[in-house]
Each structure stands twice: as structure tokens, then as C-alpha cells.
């Protein structure tokens, strides 16, 4: 019987006893549980402060990659990201070497090396060596702290969070990004810039060695400040790597003879206004531009040098654009960050185009079927309504061609053609290519005439617009500045046909050359240029704008406050720029294609002459003059009106009503009742008309 019940008692005791260790087992594991539990909850509840690893300083480059331009963080560092594969992998080798040889082993922390710090620090009665893994220097760049047992028991719990969120590769990019360098430095990328003038891919034994040494004390280090500290502690550094194998004696030797560092190196400051404005569109980070490094630094060169002519307070601002792909590839804001108003990008700013606008206002005729080339129009006086343009010379040419009227840039043949066009359909059509006419604050806000002469304000970066299109067959699309959009337009606005683009391009390549400038045809390796110049109503603007060889070139000059110039036109103060840029293209070999030359431009009869059948101007009043005061004396015979122009018999108004012929003379007399203010209108057989205000005077 009792060999019988031992197993029972064995194996199926439901005594109280055999429940309370059941029970502890259970407690045990519940406890262990809620241990974890807390642990997790804890870890997500107050997370490692991974975000500062985004504060990066931002980084403007062309589109090869070279740096243009970078910002320090809002604190004032210079901090960039590092990446292992753009890093010298015998650096990151020796980095590891020197710091944490079991990384790749411990979660964070090396109990190793913990006990190891422990046993000699108890044998000499003070701190001879630290534990601190790269993971645990890490987690103290992430949360600065003051070096206490405490403060080093939360670095160790912040090194197992850190771990457990990031790859080993993750953390020694962390670590490589934020290690300080001294003074604002930190991360291996802006130290290696400023002390080497270099990216960390190819560094120097010596250089390896310093950069190791410096983020343990990198105030005390600081090769710029304390050279002789700098040099012992990369020594220190090259004997340890040479202890551990990593490198031979005689290569620690003369790694220990190199010249240390002794200034800081600036950061490149290339096209400070487009990268700003690229920067603060961005997150913090790297961002590649389509520009070009060695360009842009020749153009701001350029164009600063060319300033310097001035002495009015004048400035400029440049752009050179791509034309197949509208990639910007130089954009210059201003003469330089000390001229007056330096600091204001006048690529972005809307000024008077003056004249520049003209080409497009041809272009749009040509379309319609009112004009080609070789049409006749005429340069004679004439007002449109109250607008009655001139020429800038004050002079009148009579009958002129197209071709004539945009090379020479008359201004009442352009106000004729944007008459015809309508000048509400032309603002709407370059409103619909990307350009934002700004019309004049009034109370009529419709666009008028003035605008063949400027009287709408636009940009730089707007005409560029308008002339890439124009080296493009007519096709507007925005300009890019992002390399990773640089690509041929798809979903470009066509203003007019090829045909229109090449024949307005063909008239502005044969204009008349600079004063002291060959024709392009008579010079060697010289790109054909449609250009054209603008000056703005009391010289505040000097435009030239153009497009050959694949490229078009934008240039301003003026202050930047917006003050007269006497005497600066676009001819005389731009183009020579524009040119000097366009030779410099030229020299680069980066041009390419050229303008064709189409002489052969005969009009169809339709077009044989712009105003309709020999159309006669609309009437213009001779007597009384717009705006006159006219005295009425005692038993005045009145006033005999007259008028020239028009089509047909004329018909007079007074104030609304018809002025009928007096009988004996056969004009229109005007026999005021009193003094006062008059409109006088006069109608001629087309329906057109023209109206004077006067002002009577009774004696």
C-alpha cells in the first residue's frame, strides 16, 4: 500500500502547502512582469532626446554637391550631419579604437570596462580611467549634464534606451554628428571643414589623430588657441593607436611632426541671398541647388567689380539661366552684403521693366496675323485718349518696319501693336505664363497702355522667365532651383508658336551692337544674343535681358532704394554686364546652339502695313488745348473750334450736346452762355473721338 500511495503523494499532493508554492511562483512571475512592464512604460514614457540630433545647421550645395553656402544653427553652432559612407572608414576604425573597442559587443554599456575603471580607480584612490561607451558619450551630447555618479548612472540607462532604438551605425553617426570640437564646433563634418578646409573622406594620420583627441577636452585642445595642448594630446592619440596595432610607429612619428592647424577656416559663403531663401524653405539639413559653384563665384565677382564704376550708391543683381531645363545656374541678389541695401535679394524685387517687355507685345502680333518683320508701322505723334507716348530720344522716325521699331525700341510703335492686341488680353496672357504683372495701386486698375513702357512692375526672376521661353520656342515655364527637379519643362505655357520665338529672336540678335562691341558674327566663338534693354521712367531701373547659346542672362542695375539715376539707361549701364557674362559663358565652352538668322520675313499683304488700309489717326483736338483756360470777353464772337486726324466729318459736343455748323463761316462755333468748366468732345465718322476740359473765363 504504500508503495502504492507514494506517487500520489508525489505527484498529485492538493494539500495547502503544495498551493502556497504555486503561489509563489505565481507572485514571482507577476512581479517580474510588472518589473518589465514598468521598465517599458518607462522607456516610453521619457524617450532619449533624439530630436536635438535634428538641430543641424543648414547647408545649401550646387548641383555637384559643393558647398555654396551654410548657416548656423539658431543657437550658433555649426553642426552638420554625418554620414559613415562620406566619412574616412579608417577614421571611424580608429575612432572606435581609441574609444570603445567592444562597441560592436555591449548594449550600451561595457560592464568590462565598468569594473575594470571600478578596480583602478579603488587601487590609486582617485579616477584613473572612465567607462563611458560611445553609446554613453552619446547619450551625455544628447543631455548635457554635470559629471556626477548620478549623472553617469543616467547616462548608462540612456545608452540601453539609445541602443535599443538605433543600429550600431545609427549611434556612431550620432555620436560623429554632435561630438563638440571646440568653440561652436561640433561633428566631424564642420570640424574637419574649418580646421582642414576639407570633407572627412581623406584625412591624414595626423589629422585623424587630432580629431580623435579634441572632443575629450576640446576647449583645452583647441589647436587655434592652444596649439602646444593640441599637439600632446594627438601625440597621446598616436601612441595609443600605435599600442593597439592600429597604425605603425614610424607613421605615429611622423603623424606627430605634421603642422597642426593654427586658424580657423571660414565656411564658403557663395550666393548668400538664394541660399538663405533655400534654407528657410527647408528643413535643416543639406540642400542641393541647381547652381553652379565655380559660375556663380565668377559672376558675384563680376558683378561686384563692375559696381564699383558707380559712385551713386548704384548695386546690381544677376541671374544666368538654363534654358532647356530653367535650372538657375548663378543667381547674384547684390553687389556684395556691405553695398547699400546689400542684404535685399533684387532678383525678387518688382521694379519698372522699362522697355523689356516689348519683344513679348511683338511676339503676341505676330500671332494674331497683325504684323510680321517687315511690316510697315508708323513712328509718328499720336495720343490714345490721354496717353500720348514718345520716343526716348524725343525724335520720330516716320515709316519703320517691325524689325526697325523692336531693334531701335520705339515706344509709340510698341503702344500702337499693344493697342492692337488690347493691353487687358496681353496682361492676361503674360499673367497665364507665370508672370505677375504688378499694375499701379488706383482706382482703374485695368491694365492700360503704359504697359509697353514699363508700367507694370515685374521681377528679375520673372523676365528671366519670359526670355528662357523665348530661347525656347516660345514655351514659359518656372524657373527650378531644386536639382532634383531639373528636368525639361512638361507642363510649360506656350506664349507663342516656334515660329514667333524664333523670328522675335532673329530681330533682337541683329540689333544694333555696344558702343566698342564687334558683332557677334564678325567675332570668333561668340554666341548670337537676343537681347533687349529697358529703362525705367527717371532712370530708377537699367534692364538687360537676353537669351544664346542654350543660356538666358538677367541683368538690374539701380539702387536699392529706389532713387533716380540720371542718365543710366539699360544700354549704357546693363548690357555691357549682360555681354561680359555671355563671353565668360562662351570661354566655359558651356554654350551651345545658335540663333538663326531669318532675313527673308516677306509679309503677307494683309500685313504689308500695321494700321488697317492706311487707317488715319483719330481726331485730336487743336482748340482749345486739353486743360486751357480761355477768357470770354464782352460781345465775344466765340470760339472757332478745331481739330486734325480722324476719318470723315467731325461732329462736335459741348458738355454732351451737339455743336451744330454756323452757316456763314461754315465751322463749329462755340459761343459760351458763362464762365465755367466745359468737356468739349469731338466724333469722327469710325466713331472715334477726343476730349478737352476747359475752363472759361468772363470778363
Known amino acids: 500500500m504504500l508503495a502504492v500511495d507514494t506517487p500520489s503523494v508525489a505527484f498529485g499532493d492538493t494539500s495547502p502547502a503544495s498551493w502556497g508554492g504555486e503561489s509563489a511562483i505565481r507572485r514571482l512571475a507577476l512581479v517580474f512582469l510588472a518589473f518589465v512592464f514598468s521598465i517599458v512604460a518607462l522607456d516610453l514614457l521619457f524617450p532619449p532626446p533624439l530630436k536635438r540630433a535634428r538641430e543641424l545647421s543648414p547647408l545649401v550645395t550646387d548641383r555637384n554637391g559643393q558647398w555654396l553656402h551654410a548657416f548656423a544653427t539658431p543657437e550658433g553652432r555649426w553642426r552638420f550631419e554625418a554620414d559613415l559612407d562620406e566619412i ?104 574637419s571643414r574649418i580646421y582642414f578646409d576639407k570633407e572627412p573622406t581623406r584625412l591624414t594620420d595626423a589629422e585623424q589623430a587630432l580629431l580623435i583627441a579634441l572632443p575629450q577636452a576640446p576647449e583645452a585642445r583647441r589647436p587655434d588657441l592652444r596649439a602646444e595642448a593640441a599637439k600632446a594630446a594627438r601625440n597621446k592619440v598616436l601612441q595609443k593607436l600605435a599600442g593597439a596595432g592600429v597604425i605603425d610607429a614610424r607613421h605615429a612619428q611622423e603623424a606627430d611632426e605634421a603642422r597642426l592647424p593654427t586658424r580657423r577656416r571660414p565656411l564658403p559663403r557663395l550666393a548668400y541671398h538664394a541660399a538663405q531663401e533655400l534654407a528657410g524653405a527647408n528643413n535643416p539639413g543639406v540642400f542641393r541647388s541647381t547652381l553652379d559653384a565655380s559660375l556663380q563665384a565668377r559672376a558675384e565677382a563680376m558683378l561686384a567689380d563692375y559696381v564699383e564704376q558707380f559712385d551713386d550708391g548704384a548695386t546690381a543683381s544677376l541671374l544666368v539661366v538654363d534654358n532647356k531645363t530653367r535650372a538657375v545656374r548663378a543667381s547674384v541678389g547684390s553687389s556684395g552684403l556691405d553695398a ?69 525700341s520705339l515706344n509709340v510703335p510698341a503702344v500702337r501693336a499693344l493697342d492692337r492686341i488690347g493691353a487687358s488680353r496681353f496682361a492676361a496672357l503674360i499673367r497665364a505664363a507665370g508672370v505677375d504683372l504688378k499694375t499701379p495701386n488706383r482706382a482703374n486698375k485695368s491694365p492700360g497702355l503704359a504697359l509697353a513702357l514699363g508700367g507694370a512692375g515685374v521681377t528679375a526672376r520673372e523676365l528671366a522667365t519670359l526670355y528662357a521661353g523665348l530661347g525656347d520656342g516660345g ?199 458763362r464762365a465755367g468748366f466745359y468737356d468739349v468732345t469731338v466724333v469722327d465718322k469710325a466713331g472715334r473721338r477726343s476730349r478737352a476740359k476747359v475752363r472759361v473765363i468772363s470778363g
Open 475 to 673: 514655351e514659359v515655364a518656372p524657373l527650378v532651383w531644386q536639382a532634383a527637379d531639373e528636368k525639361e519643362p512638361e507642363n510649360a505655357y506656350r506664349l507663342f508658336s516656334e515660329d514667333t520665338a524664333a523670328r522675335i529672336s532673329s530681330i533682337l540678335a541683329g540689333a544694333p551692337s555696344l558702343e566698342g562691341r564687334a558683332p557677334a558674327d564678325l567675332t570668333q566663338k561668340a554666341s548670337r544674343v537676343a537681347f533687349k534693354t529697358g529703362t525705367s521712367y527717371g532712370y530708377r531701373d537699367a534692364w538687360a535681358a537676353g537669351h544664346g547659346g542654350g543660356y538666358t542672362v538677367v541683368v538690374w542695375v539701380g539702387r536699392a532704394d529706389g532713387a533716380p539715376r540720371p542718365g543710366s539707361t539699360g544700354r549704357k549701364t546693363a548690357a555691357p554686364l549682360l555681354f561680359e557674362v555671355f563671353d565668360m559663358l562662351d570661354r566655359d565652352g558651356s554654350t551651345e546652339g545658335e540663333i538663326e538668322k531669318i532675313e527673308d520675313d516677306a509679309p503677307v499683304l494683309a500685313m504689308s502695313r500695321f494700321d488697317r488700309a492706311r487707317e488715319k489717326a483719330p481726331p485730336q483736338i487743336v482748340f482749345p488745348r486739353d486743360g486751357v483756360e480761355v477768357f470770354l470777353g464782352s460781345g465775344a464772337r466765340g470760339f472757332s473750334l478745331a481739330a486734325r486726324g480722324g476719318e470723315g466729318s467731325l461732329r462736335w459736343y459741348v458738355n454732351g450736346e451737339p455743336l451744330g455748323i454756323e452757316e456763314t463761316s461754315g465751322r463749329h462755333v462755340w459761343r459760351p452762355a
Open 88 to 191: 574616412d572608414s579608417l577614421f571611424v576604425s580608429r575612432v572606435i579604437a581609441v574609444e570603445d573597442q567592444r562597441f560592436y559587443v555591449h548594449w550600451g554599456v561595457d560592464p568590462l570596462a565598468v569594473l575594470r575603471a571600478g578596480v583602478t580607480s579603488a587601487r590609486s584612490g582617485r579616477i584613473v580611467s572612465g567607462a563611458s561607451t560611445i553609446t554613453m558619450q552619446t547619450a551625455r551630447l544628447l543631455e548635457p549634464r554635470e559629471r556626477t555618479i548620478g549623472a553617469k548612472f543616467v547616462e548608462m540607462l540612456r545608452a540601453l534606451q539609445i541602443e535599443r532604438r538605433l543600429s550600431k551605425r545609427e549611434i556612431l553617426e550620432l555620436y560623429l554628428t554632435l561630438a563638440p570640437y571646440g568653440g561652436n564646433i561640433e561633428g566631424v563634418r564642420a570640424a
Open 340 to 408: 547699400k541695401g546689400g542684404w535685399i535679394d533684387l532678383t525678387r524685387a518688382t521694379r519698372s521693366p522699362g522697355s523689356a517687355l516689348k519683344p513679348f507685345i511683338y511676339g503676341l502680333a505676330f500671332e494674331a496675323g497683325y504684323a510680321s518683320a517687315n511690316t510697315v508701322i508708323d513712328d509718328m505723334p499720336r495720343a490714345f485718349g490721354d496717353y500720348a507716348p514718345e520716343n526716348f530720344d524725343r525724335t520720330f522716325r516716320g515709316e519703320v518696319h517691325v524689325r526697325e521699331a523692336l531693334q531701335h
